[in-house]
């Protein structure tokens, strides 16, 4: 797979990364701390988790592109922070 550049708004500013295997470990060290819901965490973790990033790969291979939200904070209290993996072309 080619280089790909990730972003996490507000949180992790646009970074380029040699593949997609590069990219997902720095992007789930950046979120798996965060005050996040339990089953938002399980769904992120496997888009982007250890062992995850197979549905990611489907996506950018088809379009390119890859986003979800994240979702910071409580119930009533919480931040909307995009995900956005999109490939690098030279």
């Known amino acids: 797979m080619s280089a790909v550049r990730a972003e996490i708004t507000g949180i992790m500013p646009a970074a380029d990364f040699p593949s997609l295997d590069h990219a997902l ?9 965060l005050p ?4 938002h965490r399980d769904f992120i973790r496997i888009c982007i988790g250890p062992a995850g990033g197979e549905g990611v790969a489907r996506c950018l291979d088809r379009g390119g592109s890859w986003s ?8 009533t209290d919480w931040t909307a922070h995009p995900i956005t993996i999109t ?4």
């Open 36 to 39: 996040i819901r339990e089953a």
């Open 68 to 75: 979800t939200t994240l979702y910071v904070g409580e119930m």
């Open 25 to 33: 470990p720095v992007l789930w060290e950046r979120v798996r701390t």
């Open 87 to 90: 490939t690098v072309h030279p």
